[in-house]
């Protein structure tokens, strides 16, 4: 099997007239098990391999690098004179947690590399894998942890990790949790993360949007009512408030509460009783309350449209979620999970943007934070077709105004090289979580000259906090 693997990488090096195919699978150390073909090379060059193949795993997309804009591929035999090459990557994942990488280099005077050459690898990635299963022992590799593919609490930055913290210290409390954010940033992704993560998981997780139900239904649906309460109420009927007993209940949109029920409210935090509509006696409940807005609370206060002490007994415990254009190192991670995600739902095979989309995807600031990441996500697959590349033309007019594409002069060595110092800034940037003096140092450049190519691709960083 290993023979006819050699022989479909040299008919993939001549198809796209490149200098070198390699196979990589590494490790969970991140240490090379298995490499196809074997091929002696320099040291510096095998560490410019091993970083773009490590690249390609951790952010699971393909990556692209191109010599021309960084010393990184320089190779040759001589120290005079040194030869530019580019190279691209597509990750490879096999089935018991193997991972590493589709690497491809060529030199620059061959053209940079086009869709049509991804399309190609990404069409061989099946045949290999299955190659790969059959041929090599597994058992150097970890099982990857299992994902909850309804999860959607992903990323890696700063503040995510810090909301992370605070959730792994709230969870098994009962104070109440108050969470505020722009709408679409998953406040009740993360209600539902500490109710299923602490000790009441095993009761009811209970949600209510305050803002989609009429006033004069929403008491009813929240307290119950008694048979013969009102014209219409024929038997008994529990509210939501009761079905969360010993679980958790989620008040969404909390600010657009009535001050009647405002005032409700108040009584049964400080009381832990409820009396249902048409009731006299009153009932004990063990609950733990979770309120969210998009609103500005305190200027709500101000006006008079929301009770002070209610906000204090709500607040005890304050999650803030940071819009998505803050913290944009976790665009890659969000990306990735909801494709495997809906690819998965779909039925087809797992999808990947281009190059040149991705990094469409990446610049823009997001308005409608998780939520119209998703959908735009959803809209790609569908547009896509079964291509497992998704290209600029199936994004929104939002992203891509001019409907241009990358296929239409693919060999325009100027557009590429701008578009490959633009993905790369955008990349290497994430990577350093946007701190322009690590990212200048880490990079090779000065920060006056970091600082000019900002400006000259017109980059959008994240507001510092």
């Given at each position: 099997m290993?023979?006819?693997?050699s022989?479909?990488l040299?008919?993939?090096?001549?198809?796209?007239?490149c200098q070198?195919?390699?196979?990589l699978?590494?490790?969970d150390?991140?240490?090379?098990?298995?490499?196809?073909?074997?091929?002696?090379?320099?040291?510096?060059?095998?560490q410019c391999?091993?970083e773009?193949?490590?690249k390609?795993?951790?952010?699971?997309?393909?990556?692209?690098?191109?010599?021309?804009?960084s010393?990184?591929?320089?190779?040759?035999?001589?120290s005079?004179?040194?030869?530019?090459?580019?190279?691209?990557?597509?990750?490879l994942f096999?089935?018991k947690g193997?991972?590493?990488?589709?690497?491809?280099?060529?030199?620059n005077?061959?053209g940079?590399?086009?869709?049509?050459?991804?399309m190609?690898?990404?069409s061989?990635?099946?045949?290999?894998r299955k190659i790969?299963e059959?041929?090599?022992?597994?058992?150097?590799?970890k099982?990857?942890?299992?994902?909850d593919?309804?999860?959607l609490?992903v990323?890696?930055?700063?503040d995510?990790?810090?909301?992370?913290?605070?959730?792994?210290?709230v969870?098994?409390?009962?104070?109440?949790?108050?969470i505020?954010?722009?709408s679409?940033?998953?406040?009740?992704?993360?209600?539902?993360a500490?109710?299923?993560r602490g000790v009441?998981?095993?009761?009811?997780?209970?949600?209510?949007?305050c803002?989609?139900?009429p006033d004069?239904?929403?008491?009813?649906?929240?307290?119950?009512?008694?048979?013969g309460?009102?014209?219409?109420?024929l038997?008994d009927?529990?509210?939501l408030?009761?079905?969360?007993?010993?679980?958790?209940?989620f008040?969404d949109?909390i600010?657009?509460?009535?001050?009647h029920?405002q005032?409700?409210?108040l009584?049964?935090?400080?009381e832990?009783e409820?009396?249902?509509?048409?009731?006299?006696?009153?009932?004990?409940v063990?609950?733990r309350?979770?309120?969210?807005?998009?609103?500005?609370?305190?200027?709500?206060?101000?006006?008079?449209?929301?009770r002070e002490d209610?906000?204090?007994?709500?607040?005890?415990?304050?999650?803030e979620?940071?819009?998505?254009r803050?913290?944009?190192e976790?665009?890659?991670f969000?990306?990735?999970?909801f494709l495997?995600?809906?690819?998965?739902e779909?039925?087809?095979?797992?999808?990947?943007f281009s190059?040149?989309?991705?990094?469409?995807l990446?610049?823009?600031d997001?308005?409608?934070n998780?939520r119209?990441?998703?959908?735009?996500?959803q809209?790609?697959?569908?547009?896509?077709?079964?291509d497992i590349?998704?290209k600029e033309g199936?994004?929104?007019?939002?992203?891509?105004?001019?409907?241009?594409?990358?296929?239409?002069?693919?060999?325009?060595?100027?557009?590429?090289?701008?578009?490959?110092?633009?993905?790369?800034?955008?990349q290497a940037?994430?990577r350093?979580?946007?701190?322009?003096?690590?990212?200048?140092?880490?990079?090779?450049?000065?920060?006056?000259?970091l600082?000019?190519?900002?400006?000259k691709?017109?980059?959008?960083?994240?507001?510092?906090?």
């Amino acid at each position: 099997m290993t023979t006819f693997l050699s022989k479909l990488l040299d008919l993939l090096e001549k198809e796209i007239h490149c200098q070198k195919v390699e196979i990589l699978l590494m490790d969970d150390r991140q240490q090379i098990v298995f490499r196809q073909p074997p091929k002696p090379t320099s040291y510096k060059s095998e560490q410019c391999i091993f970083e773009v193949v490590r690249k390609a795993i951790w952010q699971k997309s393909p990556v692209i690098f191109d010599g021309t804009s960084s010393e990184l591929f320089s190779v040759g035999g001589s120290s005079d004179v040194q030869e530019k090459v580019s190279a691209v990557c597509v990750p490879l994942f096999l089935g018991k947690g193997g991972s590493g990488g589709l690497y491809v280099e060529k030199k620059n005077v061959c053209g940079p590399f086009s869709d049509m050459n991804l399309m190609l690898l990404f069409s061989l990635l099946n045949p290999i894998r299955k190659i790969l299963e059959s041929c090599v022992d597994l058992g150097n590799f970890k099982e990857r942890p299992s994902q909850d593919p309804d999860r959607l609490l992903v990323g890696q930055s700063t503040d995510f990790q810090r909301m992370l913290n605070l959730i792994d210290k709230v969870k098994d409390r009962d104070a109440p949790v108050f969470i505020c954010g722009e709408s679409g940033t998953g406040k009740e992704l993360v209600a539902r993360a500490i109710h299923q993560r602490g000790v009441r998981r095993k009761g009811q997780f209970v949600a209510i949007n305050c803002g989609a139900i009429p006033d004069l239904l929403l008491e009813s649906e929240l307290f119950g009512y008694v048979r013969g309460a009102f014209t219409g109420a024929l038997k008994d009927r529990p509210g939501l408030i009761e079905e969360a007993d010993r679980g958790t209940f989620f008040l969404d949109e909390i600010c657009d509460l009535t001050p009647h029920l405002q005032a409700k409210l108040l009584r049964l935090l400080q009381e832990r009783e409820i009396r249902r509509i048409g009731e006299n006696r009153t009932r004990r409940v063990n609950v733990r309350f979770i309120s969210a807005t998009n609103k500005n609370i305190e200027e709500e206060i101000k006006r008079g449209r929301f009770r002070e002490d209610l906000y204090y007994r709500l607040k005890i415990i304050t999650v803030e979620l940071k819009p998505l254009r803050q913290r944009k190192e976790d665009l890659l991670f969000l990306v990735d999970h909801f494709l495997e995600k809906y690819c998965g739902e779909m039925k087809r095979e797992r999808a990947y943007f281009s190059p040149p989309a991705l990094e469409r995807l990446l610049s823009y600031d997001w308005p409608g934070n998780v939520r119209e990441l998703q959908s735009e996500i959803q809209r790609c697959l569908i547009l896509s077709g079964d291509d497992i590349l998704i290209k600029e033309g199936c994004l929104s007019s939002r992203f891509n105004p001019c409907r241009e594409s990358s296929d239409a002069s693919p060999y325009d060595f100027t557009r590429a090289k701008s578009e490959f110092e633009k993905r790369f800034l955008n990349q290497a940037l994430a990577r350093w979580n946007y701190n322009r003096t690590k990212t200048a140092e880490a990079i090779g450049l000065t920060r006056q000259g970091l600082f000019k190519l900002i400006k000259k691709h017109r980059l959008q960083l994240p507001k510092k906090p």
